[in-house]
């Protein structure tokens, strides 16, 4: 589980933060005023975390080709699209 530190905690301590998560694996979330806006984790969890959302982008735009494909669902050329917004 992650530990929850603030801001401050974080610019002060990062060195020893970073020694943390290579020797321990351990992962921080960083708080402002209570709320969670960022994290510090190993390096291999964010690989593995977009490693995920390239599977899970690729999937989807498999899913939509196969719709267009069938004829359920139509596309549009990205100029039409913005002479519509624009109009």
């Avoid at 069938?70 to 596309?75: A, D, I, L």
Wanted: proline share 1%; glycine share 4%; hydrophobic share 40%.
């Amino acid at each position: 589980m992650a530990k929850k530190i603030t801001t401050t905690v974080a610019k002060a301590d990062l060195l020893q933060l970073i020694d943390e998560i290579l020797q321990s694996r351990q992962r921080f979330v960083i708080t402002r005023r209570g709320k969670a806006v960022a994290a510090l984790v190993p390096a291999s969890d964010v690989d593995q975390v977009e490693g995920e959302s390239i599977q899970r982008d690729s999937l989807e735009a498999r899913k939509v080709i196969a719709r267009v494909k069938s004829g359920k669902e139509k596309t549009s050329l990205l100029s039409t699209v913005v002479d519509r917004l624009k109009s």
